[in-house]
């Protein structure tokens, strides 16, 4: 494993210039989730921080007698007013944007950090200084209670590799990276690398954000739960009109990813890639669609095709380039 440098010993005057990590906050209308998130900030070992808290709602919402108070006594949370236009987008973004830090760690308001969680990002940072981006997994919360994932391997992923298993929803997938994971390199962020929207993409603009910073170069990760990512009040897919929706971003997300890609190989083209995720969604769809879609999905495992790539997707998730 990577020998990990020591972390930075910076005094409050340094910090209050620019810390070496910046926590951005979007949030909209979740008090009790957005102190949880703030006070797993506070309660860090890693002192060398700034929180820049970007609240949707303005100075009107039900957020903001919290945040005052927040800010009346530590110095170092910083709230901004979102002027850019309304919606998780331009939020995260505005948010992004305020940060002094060189590296960004972005947390939406229903998830928290684990104890320790920025004392391992500032290793992975010092470490991997020129990465575009540093992930983790994440302790899933969800109703039956939490499923905690534990480990240390770290993987390194070129720009091209980490496209490419985005592309096959490989070991990115298995790892579970969710905009809470990441750690953004700011010089990235400077480049215009920001959330956007994309034809059809609503519901995947997180998908499409990681693609674009994997445009601007390495991904490392750390299989390692160093969030929490509370799942018990998102909303489920129970619509076909819905599924519909998902399965026209899944194109526009997997036509966009292979025209990236420098190296397509053999690798299956788009239209492939999502008639095999369709079958291997099957079993979560089977009764929240109508029959005839199920059928027209169930069947698509007889193209040798949507096979190939079947195996290809199973392949990518059980290896990883890189491993240190």
Known sequence: ???????????????????????????????????????????????????????????????CHLLSEYVSTEPRIRVVENRRGRGQVENTN???LACRGPWIKLLHDDDWLAPGALTSFARLALAYPAAAFITSTSHLVQDKGIKYRQGGEIY??????????LYL????????IVPSTLLVNSNVVKA??????????SWGVDQLFFIDLACHGDMVAIDDGLIFYDMTNHPCITADGSFTHIDQET?????????????KGA????????????????????????LGATIRDAIQILRPSVLMALNKIIRARARAPGAI
């Not at 929803?169 to 579970?176: E, N, P, Q």
């Open 267 to 290: 690798l299956p083209d788009p239209e492939t890639v999502v008639r095999a995720l369709r079958v291997a969604r099957l079993r979560g769809r089977i009764g929240r669609q109508p």
């Open 94 to 96: 505005n948010a992004m």
């Open 156 to 165: 390194v992923y070129s720009g091209q590799q980490c496209l490419t298993d």
């Open 1 to 63: 494993m990577h020998k990990l440098q020591a972390l930075p010993r910076g005094s409050s005057r340094r910090s209050e210039l620019r810390p070496f990590i910046s926590v951005a906050i979007p949030t909209f209308r979740r008090p009790f989730g957005l102190q949880r998130a703030i006070e797993s900030v506070q309660q860090q070992d890693f002192s060398d921080w700034e929180m820049v808290i970007s609240d949707d709602e303005g100075l009107v919402g039900e957020s």
């Open 169 to 176: 929803v490989g070991k990115t997938r298995s790892l579970g």
């Open 192 to 201: 215009g690398c920001l959330m956007r929207n994309y034809k059809s993409i």
């Open 251 to 263: 194109v526009d997300l997997k036509r966009l990813t292979w025209s990236l890609l420098e190296d």
